[in-house]
């Protein structure tokens, strides 16, 4: 899901709100799990607290989003565990 700058997410009817490409959310859970920071619906930046990841399942789409999570989380770890 898309964040506003106060960290409310976008809402489910506003265009953009729910992410759809694999990509675009293994960019962002990359820059945020080395970061802290998530970007923005209006593209800026936000500092971002968490300890769990949700993937929607209500869309098509979740599979692939599930597998791009997976991989990304997994690079992760070991990188860390390399350090």
């Known amino acids: 899901r ?16 729910v992410l759809l490409s694999a990509g675009e959310v293994a960019a962002r859970l990359t820059r945020w799990l080395a ?19 949700c993937v929607h399942g209500d869309s098509g789409h979740a599979v692939r989003l599930a597998r791009a999570v997976r991989t990304v989380v997994s690079r992760h770890e070991r990188r860390d565990t390399d350090a």
């Open 35 to 53: 970061s802290g920071r998530m970007t923005t619906a209006g593209g800026g930046e936000m500092r971002l607290a968490g300890q769990t990841l």
């Open 2 to 17: 898309a964040y506003r700058s106060d960290g409310s997410l976008v809402p489910r009817g506003e265009a953009g709100a």
